[in-house]
């Protein structure tokens, strides 16, 4: 499936003009805060290559988010393979919004339609979510949505430079327990 739909949100596949509004969004120090370096436009058209490439291999990955209001491109939700250097494995749910599209519960929505995906169509028996410490407008969705933390998973991001980005929490959801 290449697109998911919800109350207020499209999950599609990217296009050609999502890459402006995604190129201002990695070179956005609000967005970029929790996440480490801005990045160029050439960075950020070749993050979107990589995320068709995952797309095509797995049939699942980052979508693009678009407001159906609008018809604009606000983020990106959806769901990911958890990097190979972590101290777990599985399948790992995100969210990255615009500044202009927090505030809206679009990434609660988005984030919804991930896990629904995740357990009923993939079948995953978990699906957990990961940030730094310090972004708890991310944990709040996480918690929003359901997932739970135990302080004993959380962890160092062996890929992070020493500072505030290499303290992790590490969220988790079975779909067992699922509301
Ligand atoms: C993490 C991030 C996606 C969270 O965005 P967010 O807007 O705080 O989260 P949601 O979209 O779920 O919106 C929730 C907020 O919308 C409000 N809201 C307004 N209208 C709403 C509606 N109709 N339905 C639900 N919530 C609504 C909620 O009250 C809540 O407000 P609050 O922050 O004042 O408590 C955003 O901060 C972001 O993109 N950050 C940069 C990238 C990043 O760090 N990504 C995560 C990496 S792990």
Redesign the pocket.
């Known amino acids: 499936m290449s697109e998911l739909r919800t109350d207020?949100l499209v999950l599609r596949r990217w296009r050609e003009s999502d890459l402006e509004p995604w190129a201002a969004m990695n070179a956005d120090p609000?967005?970029?805060?929790?996440?480490g370096d801005l990045l160029t436009r050439e960075q950020s058209d070749a993050s979107v290559e990589r995320f068709q490439a995952e797309f095509d291999e797995r049939g699942y990955g980052w979508w693009a988010v678009e407001a159906i209001a609008s018809g604009e491109f606000v983020?990106f939700a959806g769901l990911d393979l958890v990097d190979e250097e972590m101290p777990f494995g599985g399948v790992e749910v995100?969210?990255?919004?615009?500044?202009s599209?927090?505030?809206?519960?679009?990434?609660?929505?988005a984030?919804r339609a991930s896990l629904a995906f995740g357990f009923e169509t993939l079948g995953l028996p978990e699906i957990v979510?990961?940030?730094?410490a310090g972004?708890l407008?991310?944990q709040?969705?996480m918690c929003?949505l359901g997932m739970t933390c135990d302080p004993a998973d959380d962890f160092e991001d062996p890929g992070a430079p020493e500072g505030p980005l290499r303290r992790n929490v590490l969220y988790r959801m079975s779909r067992g327990s699922r509301a």
């Open positions: 207020r609000a967005v970029r805060e929790h996440l983020g995100g969210w990255r919004l615009a500044r599209a927090w505030g809206h519960g679009y990434a609660t929505e984030g979510a990961v940030t730094t972004n407008r991310s709040a969705v929003r």
